[in-house]
């Protein structure tokens, strides 16, 4: 079974930063792209960013684009995703998660098998 911990959220006011990581006990982590979903209450999961297991590409949602980096680093087991010029919008349980693999759906949340718990992201106006 495959363990992905999150953490790094918290509460900041608009417009400040925030960096999540995420480890993961999967051996073969290179292999995989990684992706970051968010959930705000009342909404569905929404795809937010993803990388590729090199991490030579990266996909963003629009609605973060110029704002969040997701980056990672292999020999670590780790993802992170920077926050930056954070709105009240971007409120949300973030997520975690290990593509399939098999195809190049990155950003559709049933590519995804292994999910960690969320880390809460909260901010101010």
């Known amino acids: 079974q495959v363990q992905l911990v999150e953490s790094g959220g918290g509460l900041v006011q608009a417009g400040g930063s925030l960096r999540l990581s995420c480890v993961t006990s999967?051996?073969?982590?290179?292999?995989?792209?990684m992706g970051w979903f968010r959930q705000a209450p009342g909404k569905e999961r929404e795809f937010v960013a993803a990388?590729?297991?090199?991490?030579?590409?990266?996909d963003y949602a629009d609605s973060v684009k110029g704002r969040f980096t997701i980056s990672r680093v292999n020999t670590k087991n780790s993802v992170y995703l920077q926050l930056n010029s954070l709105k009240p919008e971007d409120t949300a349980v973030y997520y975690c998660?290990?593509?399939?693999?098999?195809?190049?759906?990155?950003?559709?949340?049933?590519?995804?098998?292994?999910w960690g718990q969320g880390t809460q992201v909260t901010v101010s106006s």
């Open positions: 990388i590729t297991g090199s991490g030579g590409n990266t």
């Open positions: 999967r051996r073969t982590f290179s292999s995989y792209a």
């Open positions: 998660a290990q593509h399939k693999g098999g195809s190049y759906r990155y950003s559709a949340a049933d590519e995804y098998d292994y």
